[in-house]
């Protein structure tokens, strides 16, 4: 089967993970699938599609043995490569359209694998633990199903499945977006997180403190941060409470999940490849034959008469009418807590209790609450009002003549132009954009595979049809995209634009001196 001959489908879309581990007998090759988009496919067609991608990851580590295959370019598809865990594949085929809109970066369909695998173990460990548990693999299908398609529907627009395309490409997953605070309001945060901890008593907790959609605290270690931070911009903040949706896309306004068409995101009822993936019905408990929880779900939390956040999701108590205390799993100890989520106005308090430290199970978590509610309350209505004086609006980062992307990779935190501002840049400037993070892309794998220096400053400038200058300068860890469209004809205005942008808004960091 030749690279050019895989059919995707009319979203132009294939979305697998596999086992290498498993299926290598004849007449067992079935058991690798551990999920497949679209699952009404022909499983001949399923079994084509990863076959295809077991021969290139063979045929890649022929070249290159100590890196992993992450894409190969064939005539009309991308095949995107993720090693999720070792021998655990997540592989995207997108086809390559002809229509604008369908121009990505490689690197952000990436980053997008390793989101939604990260958010997986986030709530239910490693998929290798969950095939070690129970070895058929149905467990392992009936999590992986409805988690993964539950968070492809936020890039749902209508009917289409909208991936991120150029016009994203003023934005960074899988970092932090952090809200800059004063000393007198960053002294009040401190206080609330001591304040938080004593609540727990002896045991060690965590603690992850957002105002609007931006982070404000945290203890956690970087990458639980990242998880974390993700999963409550999706699903939690107040924004995500009211609407639905989270505003990590420009492309996102106006979703609905009636919106998105079943037929195309879930197994035909009642069909082997139901059988085979698990259930397709929305229920919070998924698949009938196994407990399974859907986190991703829309529209399941909601906020409780006492402030703090209450979800079905996780089901009842047994023996009891109260709702089940949501528990994750960090990823820097493998560690389960307890996930109790308090909200005052635009303040969202997130406190992670270890569940070993909970003797008495929910009557204990009831306890920790009402200790939160009895000596914090009044340090978070303060603490949020402090925040909200202090607040600029949705436009609070808006730099006048600039739209860019600042991002610091060693802190995994980024901040960019308002997507209300982006929006208003012309298509062939994004394009050119775009174009130039490939290019930045490329010179930083290059780098991580030669084991050269990954913090060696780089700058580029692209002049796009438009006459808009398109820039990007990486210098010790810190990357700054930046588009000025009414810049002057020369590259030395452009250039004294960036020097005035660094000197004035990042401490000189990207500056020539």
Known sequence: MGLSSVSTTGEGLLLCVFDLQRGQQEGQELDKILFFYPADLPFSTQLSVIGLSEGLITFSRIFSPEAACEVIEAERHSH???????????????????????????????????????????????????????????????????????????????????????????????????????????????????????????????????????????????????????????????????SGVSSWSYLRKGYSSSQVAAGSTVAPPGSVLERFYGSSDTSPSGDDRYQVIRPLQHGRWSKGKDGFL????????????????????????EERMYLCVYQYKSLTVILLIPVSSILNGEQGVSVVKQQILENASLKILKVEEKLSKGWGGENAYHVSGYRYL????????????????????????????????????????????????????????????????????????????????????????????VEKFSNRYCNGAFSSD
Not at 318 to 327: E, F, H, K, Q
Not at 463 to 469: C, E, F, G, M, P
Request: some cysteine; hydrophobic content about 40%; proline content about 4%.
């Open 80 to 242: 995107v490569f993720y090693e999720a865990e070792p021998d655990i594949w997540m592989v995207m085929v997108v086809e390559k359209n002809k229509e604008a809109e369908a121009i990505w970066r490689i690197d952000a369909l990436k980053e997008l694998l390793k989101e939604v695998h990260s958010l997986f173990m986030l709530f239910h460990g490693s998929v290798r633990g969950i095939l070690e548990k129970e070895p058929s693999g149905g467990l392992t299908r009936s999590h992986l199903y409805p988690f993964i398609m539950d968070y492809l529907r936020d890039f749902f627009i209508g009917k289409k499945l909208q991936l991120p395309s150029f016009r994203d490409c003023l934005k960074e997953r899988r970092t932090v977006q952090m809200l800059t605070v004063g000393r007198e309001a960053a002294i009040e945060v401190q206080t609330l997180v001591r304040i938080l901890e004593s609540c727990v008593g002896n045991a060690h907790c965590s603690s992850l403190i957002l105002f609007q959609d931006l982070l404000v605290s945290t203890t956690l270690s970087p990458e639980d941060t990242i998880n974390l931070f993700t999963y409550a911009v999706l699903r939690l903040t107040p924004h995500a409470l009211s």
């Open 310 to 333: 209450i979800t079905e999701i996780w089901g009842p108590d047994v023996g009891s009418l109260d709702l089940v205390t949501p528990t994750i799993s960090l990823k820097q100890t």
């Open 406 to 497: 600042l991002v610091d990779d060693s802190r995994d935190i980024s901040r960019a132009s308002p997507p209300g501002k982006v929006t208003t840049l012309t298509k062939e400037s994004l394009l050119a954009l775009n174009k130039l993070r490939e290019e930045v892309d490329l010179e930083k794998n290059q780098a991580k595979w030669d084991n050269t220096a990954h913090d060696k400053d780089m700058e580029m400038c692209i002049r796009a049809k438009n006459n808009a200058w398109v820039i990007g300068r990486i210098t010790r860890g810190k990357e700054l995209y930046m588009v000025l469209e009414k810049a002057n004809e020369t590259l030395l205005y452009a250039s004294d634009a």
